[in-house]
């Protein structure tokens, strides 16, 4: 997708998409190298990428414990600073989930907002299902060998279908090998707020998801929402774990050179 001229002189010159990389809560306050590996695979992939500082949390935290009057108004702020993208990516499933599924519900009675929620849901993607679906044959960096397992998010798998895509880019890179745990499109118990108003179950969850990498054999952990990976890193450093946890775009763009999510390196 790379700009590019053609000599015929009937042929106009094709632009790189823009694309409006939405980087998300929890990659800006906690994890921000995911945020840099995101945007350097977007670049790879011939986009013009831009980080618009005007952009706020999606408001799913708010939608989903039934503030939908703040839940609109955030909403709004993130539909008007991301419409004239080609394209809206954002390195979570949670929060792609919540612009292209829930975004339009929350404005059925609000015409104007409706149509404008429709238009940036219908070129909003999760990353992976961009690299993959959308983007020209992005260049993936090389990787030491090692074994990883997937964690799949129940946002990006039940909301937007992502699956395989994360385990077609990963399959190009030399010297990864994939071992697939038991159940691992279970949920690990972060569900947002769900940890913190049943801890107890939460808590079960992880400690399910966490012997269930062990049992692998894997090196890493990787998935592509931050807050399952926190979560299960979380549960991983309490047990002594060697296991290793990274998000897909960091190991996609060879940004592993920084400690592991939750410092679980071995």
């Known amino acids: 997708m790379a700009e590019r001229t053609d000599s015929s002189p009937t042929t106009s010159p ?9 980087v998300t809560c929890l990659v800006d306050l906690f994890r921000p190298n995911v945020g840099f590996a995101a945007l350097e695979l977007l670049q790879r992939a011939g986009c013009d990428v831009e980080i618009p500082s005007q952009q706020t949390c999606c408001g799913q935290p708010a939608y989903n414990n039934g503030d939908t009057r703040d839940a609109r108004d955030i909403a709004k702020q993130v539909i008007d600073v991301f419409a004239d993208y080609d394209y809206t990516v954002a390195p979570s499933g949670s929060c792609a989930g919540m612009i292209k599924e829930h975004y339009p519900r929350l404005f059925d009675a609000d015409a104007e907002y409706y149509e404008k929620a429709l238009a940036l849901s219908s070129r909003c993607f999760e990353l992976t299902e961009f690299l993959d679906g959308v983007a ?20 990006g798998l039940r909301e937007l279908g992502i699956k395989q895509q994360p385990r077609t880019l990963l399959a190009r890179i030399a010297g990864l090998s994939v071992r697939e745990m038991q159940d691992s499109n279970v949920c690990c118990g972060f569900g947002g707020t769900f940890c913190v108003k049943y801890p107890d179950i939460s808590g079960r969850m992880v400690a399910d998801k ?3 990498i062990r049992a692998t054999g894997a090196d890493m952990v990787l998935g592509g929402d931050l807050g399952c990976l926190m979560n299960i890193a979380g549960r991983l450093k309490r047990v002594d774990s060697t296991v290793s946890v990274y998000h897909v775009a960091e190991v996609l763009a060879g940004k592993t050179d920084v400690p592991p999510i939750a410092g679980s390196r071995s």
């Open 14 to 22: 094709i632009r790189a998409p823009r694309v409006g990389l939405f």
């Open 136 to 155: 020209d044959r992005v260049a993936l960096s090389e990787s030491p060998s090692c074994s990883y397992t997937y964690h799949d998010s129940c946002s």
């Open 210 to 212: 966490a012997d269930a």
